[in-house]
């Protein structure tokens, strides 16, 4: 069976390729800042060791994971909003909204281009970790494929909700940067997840991100995830997929 992909939704997203390859921004913040992170961290000696409160796993160990959630975050939260909000004030969406290509076409090759920038990212930091600093592939593939997929619909959904809700781009950026900060706190870029005190970390373990970092860490591991993470990985980006659909204004 052949898939024949539509030459205007191809051109769309050759555009927004051409358009998104001269983010350099965009483009280190995503694809290098998480590694380059993890280099300056991996460069502390303590750092390295393995520590029997984490676990037996060092410090490093647990910051591979922890690049690969700021990667996604700085995509999904940062990076793609204030596209998406030129785009609507610039009445961009409303006029292809008239067009046989759609709005729509527009936003999922945003999305498209992002999630490979995302990839590529946590490739890098995957194998960056594993040769400079020995840090574990994981022992349980298929428990972190899952868990690195269901958060990459979690943290775009988030991104998406913040872009739905926003009355303009102004507001919208600065309750990105807010979320910003917050996401980076509760995937533990500041401090590792297992790190914190117990009180703190139950509590945390509801949020998406502190959730996707337990779950990827236990399968790096050796385990597959906890269900319970997982569930609130799931649940999170369902019911914020579901608010950005049915809030999201095309002008």
């Known amino acids: 069976m052949t898939t024949h992909i539509n030459p205007a939704h191809a051109a769309v997203l050759r555009t927004e390729a051409r358009l998104f390859g001269r983010e350099w921004g965009s483009l280190f913040w995503i694809l290098l800042f998480p590694t380059a992170l993890l280099c300056i961290l991996g460069a502390i000696p303590g750092f390295r060791r393995d520590d029997p409160a984490l676990g037996g796993m060092s410090v490093i160990d647990l910051y591979v994971p922890t690049a690969i959630l700021l990667s996604m975050i700085m995509a999904a939260i940062m990076a793609m909003p204030p596209v998406v909000f030129a785009y609507r004030e610039s009445g961009v969406l409303r006029r292809l909204g008239t067009t046989p290509v759609g709005a729509s076409s527009i936003l999922l090759a945003q999305v498209a ?4 920038a995302v990839v590529g990212s946590s490739i890098l930091a995957l194998v960056v970790g594993r040769l400079a600093f020995g840090t574990p592939f994981p022992h349980s593939w298929s428990g972190y494929v899952l868990a690195y997929l269901l958060t990459l619909v979690a ?6 909700a913040l872009t739905a809700l926003s009355p303009t781009g102004r507001v919208g950026t600065a309750v990105g940067t807010v979320v910003f900060f917050v996401a980076m706190f509760t995937s533990g870029v500041w401090l590792p997840v297992q790190a914190m005190p117990e009180a703190l970390r139950e ?6 991100l502190s959730a996707a970092a337990e779950a990827m ?6 385990g597959f995830p906890d269900p319970v993470h997982l569930l609130v990985i799931a649940v999170w980006g369902a019911v914020l997929s579901f608010v950005a659909v049915r809030t999201f204004r095309w002008e």
């Open 113 to 116: 281009l992002h999630t490979a």
């Open 155 to 160: 943290a775009f959904s988030i991104g998406a």
């Open 203 to 208: 509590v945390l373990a509801w949020t998406p």
């Open 217 to 222: 860490t236990q399968a790096v591991d050796g």
